[in-house]
């Protein structure tokens, strides 16, 4: 069957499912062999400016919309199947486009639409893939594994005294302060935290900060979406300037985290487990032995001139963002 990936998570679920695409989405970068593949798909916006330029650049898209089809690579492509998303049409190129582009070529395939706001809709995504690829086995297998990982963590730190569990905020974007929602709340709640900010499934969207002052989380973990460590090491400052950010707990307590948001927490599919993983060993380091950073992403916030892998991968001290990353 020839498939089309139109974002970066379906990428991965097809990819899991032991499928190449003949085509993906212009931000699709793992595994990463999809780099090699034709891209159907391209932003009007810069994904390299600052957090707040970006914003404005989104709003003043207005109904061209953020992305576009290349409609000559499409047709010629002749996929079976696009794969596509409902969540969100700034995150990624959205059903509408695809339908839309679909009346303009020749070719004639079905579009599967994933709409996740939990871990299980992941799951489930998985698994309608697995239907419409001829892959249903596959599919089941991979979702037991992953919810062997996921039970594995959540068995450690349900044992947590309630004394020992921080409340957390992990912030999506930061200009302006977007905090994560969807599936953060139960990522969190698995990983040993607990989430005051947001409930499971609720969309991410933008807080006033006093609202954030207010909360005052024991941690903070700054994730921003389609930012990797070094771009969010140059937009720190959109969090260090604002009033009142030397006196969060989390930054006296040096527990404020910088995650890869491109890589992890913003897209929903199988890394997701990935993240978990990252969040219980950020959460709970002296319960998680070496075993687990196998998959881990992060680095605190405050220390990123001198990296250590695996653990310094993905995420890293927030503080240490004041010196630009290395490679």
Request: charged fraction near 25%.
């Amino acid at each position: 069957m020839r498939v089309v990936t139109t974002l970066p998570s379906v990428t991965e679920l097809v990819a899991t499912l032991g499928l190449t695409p003949v085509g993906v989405s212009h931000e699709c970068d793992y595994p990463p062999a999809v780099t090699e593949l034709p891209t159907v798909t391209d932003s009007r916006v810069d994904a390299t400016a600052s957090s707040g330029e970006i914003d404005r650049q989104v709003l003043e898209v207005g109904e061209e919309g953020v992305y576009e089809v290349d409609l000559a690579t499409l047709d010629r492509l002749d996929p079976d199947l696009i794969v596509t998303q409902a969540m969100c049409d700034v995150c990624a190129v959205d059903e509408g486009v695809v339908r839309e582009a679909v009346t303009r070529i020749d070719a004639d395939p079905q579009i599967l639409t994933t709409d996740p706001h939990c871990v299980a809709d992941v799951f489930d995504d998985l698994e309608r893939i697995g239907r419409a690829t001829g892959r249903e086995e596959r599919a089941r297998t991979v979702r037991r594994d992953l919810e062997a990982r996921i039970e594995a963590v959540s068995e450690q730190t349900a044992a947590i005294p309630a004394a020992e569990v921080p409340t957390v905020a992990i912030f999506d974007w930061t200009d302006p302060v977007m905090v994560a929602g969807h599936w953060t709340a139960e990522l969190v709640a698995w990983a040993g935290g607990e989430y005051p900010l947001a409930a499971v499934g609720d969309r991410s969207r933008p807080r006033e900060w006093t609202a954030i002052r207010a909360a005052d989380p024991d941690v903070l973990v700054v994730a921003p979406c389609g930012f990797d460590l070094a771009q969010t090491a140059e937009n720190r400052i959109d969090l260090t300037d604002r009033p009142g950010w030397d006196d969060l707990s989390a930054v006296e307590t040096g527990r404020v985290w910088a995650m890869d948001g491109h890589h992890l927490l913003n897209r929903p599919g199988p890394r997701l487990v990935d993240t978990l993983a990252v969040l219980a060993r950020l959460l709970h380091p002296t319960r998680f032995d070496d075993d687990l950073e196998a998959s881990i992403s992060s680095n605190p916030f405050d220390a990123f001139e001198t990296p250590s892998k695996p653990l310094r991968a993905f995420a890293r001290p927030f503080a240490d963002t004041a010196r630009r990353l290395e490679p």
